[in-house]
């Protein structure tokens, strides 16, 4: 079992920036691939950025805005959120999933809440 815990979302202006940490309550980076997701009000989750070994990828919606990146020694993923946008906000969700050949694992944070507004 993996817990998740995701914290630094907030209020900020449109243009502004945040960092979102995730805390796991092991390593698992080595293996795991190592996502962020959000909901706004009345969609759907969706799926923003991951990383994997040494590769990560991006929403074309952040693409450029947001960076994702692990702290090995603290068990720890970041969003960086740079030049939010109003559409931005939703909640912020921590994911970590791994594929073998017949098994899923996969778990997720509580959520953070993410709001860009003047």
């Known amino acids: 079992q993996v817990q998740l815990v995701e914290s630094g979302g907030g209020l900020v202006q449109p243009g502004g920036s945040l960092r979102l940490s995730c805390v796991a309550s092991?390593?698992?980076?080595?293996?795991?691939?190592m996502g962020w997701y959000r909901q706004a009000p009345g969609n759907q989750r969706e799926w923003v950025a991951a990383?994997?070994?040494?590769?990560?990828n991006y929403a074309d919606s952040v693409k450029g805005r947001f960076t994702i990146s692990r702290d090995y020694p603290r068990s720890t993923v970041f969003l960086q959120m740079n030049s939010l946008k109003p559409e931005d906000t939703a909640v912020y969700y921590c994911?970590?999933?791994?594929?073998?050949?017949?098994?899923?694992?996969?778990?997720w944070g509580q959520g953070t809440q993410v709001t860009v507004s003047s």
């Open positions: 990383v994997t070994g040494g590769s990560t």
């Open positions: 994911n970590a999933n791994l594929r073998t050949g017949t098994e899923e694992y996969d778990y």
């Open positions: 092991r390593n698992i980076f080595i293996r795991y691939t």
